[in-house]
């Protein structure tokens, strides 16, 4: 079952006297197509065990605002309700710190089975996790479509040399039917949830966390949501994405990032569901491309470059050298995080960028580009403008905190990119500027868009 995606994260034995199976849910938060739900029901089936979906929530994290609270806990209300609909509980900790409560669970535990996530922070709790508890702990890998070591033993240099390996064995892993267990076991009734997901706004109010990054009114977490823009994306837009997915003034891209990143659906699913529809080829093959190519590469970078958010080694020598030999050139605008955050700077292209991102919690990929590429240019040092760059990213986007965004943050300071002709300021780092917007589409339209937003 599930080849290739199950890795134990410590040698103990399992309990065979304890009350249940814990899957620890961390970054698949969803109940379909979720390998590690999956594993778990098989196994609890098999020892004729019950099993209990727990998700372990830090108050204290300091990462947390409004914003992505309220997409956390829909995201959490979904899967509660669907996991429901196939008999298993489903239990949400208040544990500060975040092993807490999986630590005083697993004493009850036959075994502990958990997601596999790859930013050094969520790795190191799991190893953590591992050690203390006493019983069994193994990992599913369920958010890639091809697992991590599969496609690669080491840091690839770009895209090209990723792509190949991953074409390889691509048609293995998208042709392999998902296989469903029905649970057998109890519901656990009896175990008392710490938050009551019918009353968010509640748990929201009384959380002490970042409440200036408002919810966002465009994006609902969960599942069910997940599926519904997925279905809307086939249908309204796979047709023309190849032609018009660069067009920020248009709406052609999926916004399916932020429901990957919090695991609300799985790559997997979505990649076999674009394969199946009839829609323009060129368009499929663009749209996977991204989803596999573009984001099993972010994964790798993280996973293989443990400083992949230090600016001091998330990069290529070319560029550090290029950097070094421009850091001193002159700049025409200088901008700081505050002119930046409250989009006042002299360009209104880059304004709007700005604007969508904290109105709506999401910015048009193109526009993302242009965006780090202008904080590049309007900042006295390169390390500054990674660190606002970084800075404005992980407060901003739903989809913050993200390989994708380390990686497309990297990318801009020359990772997975070539060296261009040199020129001032950028040295040879790929620039961008307002007359190729203008020349690529509708800018103005773009900027009337967010006008109205
Ligand atoms: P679609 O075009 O519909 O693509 C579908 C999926 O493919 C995306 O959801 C994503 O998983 C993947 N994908 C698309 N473009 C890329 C890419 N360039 N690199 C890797 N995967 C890709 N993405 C984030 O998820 N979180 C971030 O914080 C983030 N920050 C970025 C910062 C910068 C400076 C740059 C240049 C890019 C960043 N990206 C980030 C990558 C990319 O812009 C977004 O993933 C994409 O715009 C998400 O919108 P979508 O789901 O509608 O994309």
């Not at 969508?356 to 965006?371: F, L, N, P, Q, S």
């Amino acid at each position: 079952m599930f080849e290739n995606r199950i890795k134990s994260i410590n040698n103990k034995k399992m309990d065979k006297n304890g009350d249940f199976i814990i899957y620890w849910m961390q970054r698949s938060i969803r109940s379909s197509y979720n390998h590690s739900l999956e594993y778990a029901i098989h196994l609890a089936n098999d020892l004729k065990k019950n099993l209990l979906v727990i998700f372990c929530f830090d108050r204290k994290f300091s990462e947390m605002n409004e914003r992505s609270c309220y997409f956390l806990f829909e995201s959490l209300k979904d899967a509660e309700k669907n996991l429901k609909d196939r008999g298993i509980r489903f239990i949400v900790l208040d544990s500060s710190p975040l092993i807490t409560k999986i630590l005083e669970y697993s004493k009850r535990s036959v075994c502990i089975i958990t997601d596999r996530a790859y930013l050094k922070y969520l790795r190191k709790i799991r190893e953590e996790v591992g050690e203390k508890v006493s019983v069994r702990m193994i990992q599913i890998e369920s958010d890639v479509v091809v697992p991590i070591e599969i496609a690669s033993l080491k840091e690839e240099y770009s895209a090209r040399t990723l792509r190949g390996k991953l074409h390889k064995v691509l048609d293995f892993y998208l042709n392999k039917d998902f296989e469903y267990t029905k649970y057998e076991m109890n519901y656990l009734d009896e175990i008392k949830t710490d938050f009551d997901l019918e009353k968010i706004h509640e748990i929201i109010e009384s959380l002490n966390i970042d409440k200036t990054v408002r919810k966002s009114n465009y994006f609902t977490g969960g599942e069910n949501t997940a599926k519904k823009i997925l279905e809307n994306f086939i249908s309204e837009k796979l047709e023309g994405y190849s032609k018009f997915r660069n067009n920020p003034e248009l709406e052609y891209q999926s916004n399916l990032s932020p429901y990957l990143h919090f695991g609300n659906i799985s790559p997997l699913f979505v990649a076999k569901e674009i394969s199946k529809s009839e829609k323009n080829r060129e368009s499929l093959e663009e749209f996977l491309e991204e989803l596999i190519v573009r984001r099993e590469l972010a994964i790798n970078f993280i996973y293989y470059n443990q400083d992949y958010d230090k600016f001091q080694n998330m990069t290529y020598l070319w560029a550090y050298e290029t950097m070094n030999k421009h850091k001193n050139d002159q700049k025409e605008y200088v901008y700081s995080l505050e002119i930046l955050e409250k989009s006042e700077t002299h360009d209104e292209y880059w304004n709007s960028a700005q604007k969508e991102m904290m109105v709506t919690g999401k910015m048009h990929g193109y526009m993302r580009m242009y965006w780090a590429k202008k904080i590049i240019e309007w900042t006295e040092k390169f390390e500054e403008a990674y660190e606002i760059i970084k800075y404005l990213n992980n407060k901003y986007f739903i989809d913050g905190r993200d390989e994708n965004g380390y990686a497309g943050i990297a990318w801009c300071f020359g990772k997975h990119d070539r060296a261009w002709n040199e020129r001032n300021i950028f040295g040879k780092l790929r620039y961008m500027n307002s007359n190729g917007l203008k020349r690529k589409f509708d800018i103005e339209k773009y900027v009337e868009k967010i006008n109205k937003l």
